[in-house]
């Protein structure tokens, strides 16, 4: 497989990004748990309550991990340069992070930010893969 080779970073970003998603679940998991919350019902909508917090990290995460995936594959196989790529992935991985940590501590001017640094992160990633096919 020498042709992932130069993507090396990229795939380790996406398995960071699983270990985002495991460490996510675990977290919203034992919030729940210790909130005593009731599995199936819905929780309060209240941006001050934890794991309401926690779940939505979740779920934002969960909402653009798609899109990574496609737009990493589209650009990997279209031979784009390695190099930007992988700074990409980086930059989106950072962003999410960033997310997480600031939902979780409820930072909600930085969520923001980082929410948008992830965005750039993919948009980066698709700018490298499109420009092969320009």
Known sequence: MEFIEPYNITVLVMGL???TFFVQ???ADVV???????PGYSIESNHNNLHFRST???SNTNESVAIFILLVCFSILSSANANYLNISAIVYLVGRIG???CYY???KLLRSISFGVS???LAAIFIVGIIEWL
């Open 25 to 27: 679940l675990l977290v």
């Open 32 to 38: 729940g748990i210790k909130s005593r919350h009731i």
């Open 99 to 101: 997310h997480m940590l």
């Open 119 to 121: 965005l750039l992160g």
């Open 105 to 107: 501590l409820n930072l």
């Open 56 to 58: 939505r990290a979740l």
């Open 17 to 19: 990004s699983g270990l």
